[in-house]
């Protein structure tokens, strides 16, 4: 497998992305992986070093998690990101993983919807918020990059099963999709044409 899309071998690692793929659609599974990936990328051009600026585990772990909320097993009361963040911080305190280092994961989760508040915070977050943002199109790695990543965990049709997924659970529960947030945005394309999906601009 290329370096480039060589990923944690941690246990707590294999885990979370054994997880990930035995619940999420496989889609969001792959997308979840790519934003790892992007965010890493994000990372080696800023001439940032992993295990000195950034610790690549826990940036793993947020990436991977950054969706479970849209699956059952973590669909709760709350706007699908706090859900997810509260699930993968109940998942690493199971792992034994410190508080101070699930919170950066939960805070990574929760945010990375969250345009120019993300960014702003510690490199967990930011790299997750970017790299989430490179695998839906910024230009934050090289187009020969991009093409091997995608081959090693194609897209499926990514935009529209999260959009969906996200959807789903907002219009079954309206608190879900507090006003201004993504969830919200979605639900808004929707009533205005319920044949639109996908990623809104409001991400």
Known sequence: MS???????????????????RTEERSIANHSVRTFLHGRGVAASEG?????????????????????????????EVRFEVDGADAAARFLTAEGIPAAR??????AIALHTSPQIAERRGPITRLTRL????????????????????????????????????????????????????????????LDDPHNSG????F
């Open 131 to 190: 790299g989430v943002l490179g695998d839906f199109g910024l230009d934050t790695i090289g187009a020969a990059e991009r093409q091997a990543i995608e081959d090693a965990y194609p897209r499926l049709d990514v935009e529209k099963h999260l959009g969906d997924a996200v959807l789903e659970q907002a219009l079954r529960s309206p608190a879900k999709a507090p006003r201004n947030s993504w969830p919200a945005s979605l639900v808004r394309a929707h």
């Open 3 to 21: 370096e480039l899309v060589m990923l944690p071998t941690g246990e707590t690692a294999r885990r979370a992305l054994d997880w990930v793929e």
């Open 102 to 107: 699930t919170d950066l994961v939960w805070e």
């Open 48 to 76: 940032l070093v992993a295990g000195q600026d950034y610790d690549a585990e826990l940036l793993f772990l947020a990436c991977v998690l950054h969706d479970i909320g849209t699956t059952d097993q973590a669909d709760g």
């Open 199 to 202: 990623v809104s601009e409001a």
